[in-house]
C-alpha cells in the first residue's frame, strides 16, 4: 500500500483530461480532493500502530545492482510528514477549488502539476534508499518549477521559478555526489543500514566531504541562508501553492533530511556547530526583513525562512547534546522541532490562504494601503486572529508551547560553552521580529477605515464563502495542540533519534521561569516597537539589508550568462567541420590522458594470428590513407575512400567475422551512394583547395584519433573477463525462456546489435529516398 500511495497521485493525473472534458459544471478540485484525502485517512489509520512501534516497510526492486531499490519506510517520522502533506494537500486542494477560476483554460495544468508535487513529496519522506529519495527529491524540484511558472505570461513568474530550480537542482546535485560518497564508506544506499553502520563503525576524513555536499542540498531546498533568496520570488505563483510548497511540504523536506540523517554525522561537533550558525543567522534574517517589507506574501516568505531556521537551530542544539552524551537536550530539542513543525504548517498555511483570499479580494497585497479589511472579511480577521497569535508565541496557541520549548533548549547551550549566550541573543531578537511582523500580519490589514484608493482601477470582489472553510479548520487546529503533540509527535521524536530514553518535557522548580519572563519581554518589546514604528508606513522607508544576496545572484548570473555567451560564439558556429574537431580533439584528449594517468598496462598476450593478406591489405589501406590527403578530384576521393572502407571488409573476412563484413559492406554501399548524389547536386562553386597547414592540423587530429580509438580497444581486450559473465548466461538459461545459452546470447545481444543497424539502414534509406527526391523536383544546384 505504501507504493500505492505514491501512485495514487500519479494515476490520478491521467482522470484530469477525462474530467475536464466531460464534467464542466463543477470545479476540478472537488474531485481530486478525493486522492490526498484517501491517503490521508489511509495513514491515520495507522497512528495507533506507529504509537505502539510498529514500522510499515515495503521493497519493490528497480536497480538492485547498482542499490537503486525502492525500500518504503513508514515510521513515526514519515508519518508525521504524510500527514502534513496529505492532510495540507487536502486542504489547498479545497481551498483551490474556490481560489482558481473553473474556467481558467489553464486550470488542468496546475492541478496536474499539484499531484505530481504531491507525489514527490510523499516519496521523499517514505523512501529509506537515498538513490530513490534523490529522484523524488529533483522531482519536486521540477514540479515545483512548474506550478511557480504557472503564470507565466509574467515575466517574474518566470525569473521567480527558474531562480528556485537552479539553487535546489544545484543543491541537489551536490547533495547526490554526497550521497555517493556516503555509500563508498558504508557499502549502502539504504538510509536504515547507514545509521547503523554509523553507531558501530569510526569515520575517515572522507565523511566530512560528504556532510558539506549534503548539508548544501538540504540548506538549498530548506531556505537557509545564503540560500533563502529563491523562497521570497517564488511568491509569485498562486497562493494555494505557496501554501502547500512554502509552508508544509517542499521547505521541510530538507528539515526532514536532517531530520533523519543528520544521526550520521553526529560524531563530530562541526555538524551540529554549523547548524547552529546557519540556523540562527537565518532565523534573525528571515525575522527582521518580514518587519520591513509591504507585500503580504513576501511577509510571510521571510517568516517562513525565519521558522525554518529555527528548526535547522534546534536539530543543531539536539545533535550537540549527542555528542555531549546530554541525551535530555538531545532528544528534547527533537521533540521541538517535530512538534513545531506541524505548528508552523497550519498556522503559516491558514495565513498564506487569508492572504490570498484578501488579494482576491482587493487585487492587492500592499499592506502599506490595505486597510479596515475586518468589515468586508471578518471571518479572515477571526482567523488571522488565531493563526497569527499562535506564531507569535501568544498563550494559548499551540505556537506558545513551540516558543518555550525553543528557549528552553537555547537555555541549555550555556552549560556547554558561554559563547553560545550569543546564540541566545539573535535568538530571542528573531523572536521579538517574529511577535512584530505577526502583529502587523494580524491587525494592520484589518484595523482602522477602509481605504477606496487600494483598489486602483479594480472593483471590490466578492469572494465564495466556501474560500474560508481550509484556513478555518487549520487556524481551529492551533488550540488542539494536545492531540497531536502526544498521538503524533512523540512517535515521530522516537524514529529521529537513536536512543531509548525519551525526553517530551522538561520540568521547572517553579511556574516563573526564565523562559516565561523572556517570553513576557518579547511580548512587551515587541508590542512596543509595534505601536511606535512598525505600525506606521515611515517603517518601509528603511531596509535592514547589508550584504545584499538577491543582488549577488543577480551579479553571479549576468557574469555566467556573458561567459557562457562567449564559450557558446567560440565553439557554436554552425560549422560541421569545426564542430567534429572539438569532439574528436576532446575525445583523444580525454581517451589518452586518462591512460596515462591510470598507467595501467597492456597485459595482451594472445593476439589474433596474422597472415601474409592481412599484412598486404594493411598496406594498401595505409596508403589510400596518404593518397587520400594529395588527391583534388571528387570522383577519385570518393572511390579511394570507399576502397578504404571495403579493404576493412576483406581484413574482417580474414580474421572470420563475417557478420562484421557484411556490416561494414553494406554501410560502406550506401555511403558512397550517398555521396555520389551529393556531390552530383553540389557544383564546382563548393570546391576549393586546402592549405597545407589545414591539412596537417587535420592530420594531427587524425592520428590523435586514431591512437585513442587504439588505446580503447587493446584496454578493452586487455582486461576482459569471460568468466564474470558466462556463469550469468548458463545459470539464466531456463529461466529466460531461451532453451539453450546460444538462444539467450543471440537474443541478449544480437537482438539489440540487429535493432541498431535496422535502425542506421532505415535512416540511410531515408536520406537516400530524399535526396533522389531533391534531384528529381529538379534541385537548384547551385545550393550549398
Known sequence: MLQVSILLPLLAIFLVPLIKKNIKSIHLGFFLLLVPLSLFLYFSSKIRSIYNGEIFTNH????SNIGLDLNLRLDGLSLLFVLLITGIGTLVILYSA??????????????IFLMLFMSAMLGIVLSDNL????????????????????????????????????????GGVLMLLGIFILENIT??????????????????????????LILIGTFTKSAQFPFHIWLPDAMVAPTPISSYLHSATMVKAGIYLL?????????????????????????????????????LKAILAYSTISQLGMMTLMIGIGNLGLYNNNHTIYTFAFYTVCFHIINHAVFKASLFMVTGIIDHTLHSRDISLIRGMRKILPASFVISILAAMSMAGVPPFSGFYSKEFLLTTVYNLLDTNIYYLIVIIMTILAAIGTFIYSMILVFKPFLNEFNPEVLGKHKLHIVNKGIVIAPAILALMTLANNFYKDVIVIPAQKSAVVTKNYITHINHESFVTKELITSIIIILVGSLIYIKLANKNSIYNYSPVIINIQKLYDICGEKLHSLTKELHDLFITNKI????????????????????????????????????????????????????????????????SSGIGFMMTALYVTFRAPDLAMTQFVIESISTIIFLIAFIVLTNKTKHIEKTKFKLTNAVIAILSAISFIIVGLVSYAYKNPSVISPFYSENVIPSGGGNIVNVIIVDFRGFDTLFEITVMSMVALIIYSMFKIIKKGGNKDEN
Open 98 to 111: 474556490y481560489y482558481m477560476e473553473r474556467l481558467d483554460p489553464k486550470l488542468h495544468k496546475f492541478y
Open 131 to 170: 538513490l530513490s529519495m534523490y529522484m523524488f527529491w529533483e522531482l519536486t524540484s521540477v514540479s515545483s518549477f512548474l506550478l511557480i511558472s504557472y503564470w507565466y505570461e509574467n515575466e517574474r513568474s518566470r525569473s521567480g521559478a527558474l531562480k528556485s530550480l537552479i539553487i535546489t537542482v544545484f
Open 259 to 295: 531530520l533523519r540523517i543528520g544521526i550520521v554525522f553526529s560524531f563530530t561537533p562541526i555538524f551540529a556547530n554549523t547548524l547552529i550558525i546557519f540556523g540562527v543567522i537565518t532565523m534573525l534574517i528571515g525575522s527582521i526583513n518580514a518587519v520591513f517589507l509591504k507585500d
Open 187 to 212: 557499502g549502502s544506499f539504504k538510509i536504515s543500514e547507514i545509521i547503523n553502520y554509523s553507531q558501530n563503525n569510526e569515520f575517515g576524513s572522507l565523511i566530512y566531504i560528504a556532510m558539506i
Open 60 to 63: 519493490f526492486s528497480l536497480a
Open 577 to 640: 567541420r569545426r564542430s567534429m574537431t572539438y569532439i574528436f580533439i576532446s575525445l583523444s584528449a580525454t581517451v589518452i590522458i586518462g591512460y596515462f594517468i591510470l598507467g595501467k598496462p597492456l597485459a595482451i598476450n594472445n593476439f589474433s594470428e596474422v597472415n601474409l593478406i592481412n599484412i598486404i591489405i594493411s598496406i594498401g589501406i595505409v596508403i589510400c590513407c596518404i593518397f587520400l590527403s594529395f588527391m583534388t578530384n571528387r570522383l577519385v576521393l570518393i572511390m579511394t
